[in-house]
């Protein structure tokens, strides 16, 4: 058993690696928070329930933007609510009403929740309390591809009275964008991260990312027969790689943003990670969720919103691993 203070240090040294883990975000909740009273209320009981009512706020926006961080704000709660300024970049207080005649006291705040400090360490805490950190879990590898339509056939009865199904066909491509974003935030979350084109050789050619390619360009997820050769290729390894990340970004067409005037491209993310040591279980996922960049022509529209998908689906990512102390 880890000593009190070797933990603490531990989660300290954590926590720090995840200060660059996420990306730099600001989200806006808000809350009611009814305080009941005796006697006579004072500054001090006012204080105690817009305190209460801002952390409410931020249990508020876990619950509905961040599921898979509740069981890492319940351990750490108690901090929180103790330090909740240093989480905020901004609250103000909307209404406030005092009942006396039932000694009620209801306050309505709004918050600017500094999400990156929020889930860095919320993170940080869910890795750390177990004291599960052996660098044996530590190893991940990816492959995350950017994907734009290709053609898309309807379903229809044929002349012959046949049915013809739908088919969908990408064009399906890694990019620089994506493997840099996603690289960043499982590094800095204290992951060792390996290209996976580095391990094509290692693994005798069983993974090998052109199948990822070929049946995203197919479908939305990998074939059976890919999926199990990578397995199988990592975790032949001599030092074996833990988990496999998998996912597709889709590119839709781009628009003109009514507000700014810059052109608009809509991003739809689908990830998950396998556990390799546990025949490809599904350990965290992600989607499909959408996201959405602005740039001054299509093409750097296009790489803003692939770059904020990429970190938003790798934090999400993180985040579900952490809540299971990986």
């Not at 053609?151 to 840099?180: H, M, P, V, Y």
């Not at 959405?292 to 970190?311: D, E, W």
């Amino acid at each position: 058993m880890a000593s009190d203070s070797t933990r603490y240090t531990r989660l300290l040294a954590l926590f720090l690696a995840f200060c660059c883990a996420f990306p730099a975000l600001a989200v806006e909740s808000k809350s009611t928070y009814t305080y009941t009273y005796s006697g006579r209320l004072d500054s001090d009981e006012k204080a105690e329930a817009i305190m209460q009512a801002k952390v409410k706020a931020i249990e508020s926006w876990i619950a509905t933007a961040q599921p898979y961080q509740e069981r890492n704000f319940a351990i750490a709660k108690d901090d929180i609510t103790a330090n909740v300024d240093d989480y905020l970049l901004s609250s103000a207080v909307i209404s406030k009403e005092n009942k006396k005649d039932i000694k009620q006291f209801r306050v309505v705040v709004r918050v600017d929740i500094n999400d990156t400090k929020m889930l860095n360490y919320l993170t940080a805490i869910g890795r750390a309390k177990d004291g599960n950190m052996d660098d044996e879990d530590q190893y991940i590898t990816f492959v995350f591809v950017a994907r734009e339509l290709a053609s898309r056939t309807e379903a229809k009865n044929t002349a012959s009275g046949d049915f013809k199904r739908a088919k969908t066909l990408w064009q399906a491509t890694t990019t620089s964008e994506i493997d840099i974003a996603v690289g960043e935030v499982f590094a800095d979350a204290n992951y060792y991260v390996i290209e996976a084109a580095l391990l094509e050789e290692d693994t005798a050619g069983q993974l090998d990312v052109n199948n990822f390619l070929m049946d995203y360009e197919q479908g939305d997820d990998l074939t059976p027969s890919t999926k199990r050769d990578a397995i199988r290729g990592l975790k032949s390894l001599e030092d074996p790689v833990q988990y496999l990340a998998i996912g597709t970004l889709d590119v839709d067409e781009h628009v003109t943003d009514d507000v700014t005037g810059l052109y608009k491209v809509p991003v739809s993310v689908t990830a998950k990670i396998l556990s390799v040591k546990r025949r490809g279980a599904t350990m965290a996922s992600i989607g499909p969720v959408q996201y959405i960049g602005l740039g001054p022509t299509p093409i750097v529209a296009k790489n803003n919103a692939l770059k904020t998908a990429a970190q938003e689906m790798a934090a999400g990512l993180i985040g579900q691993l952490s809540s299971k102390s990986i």
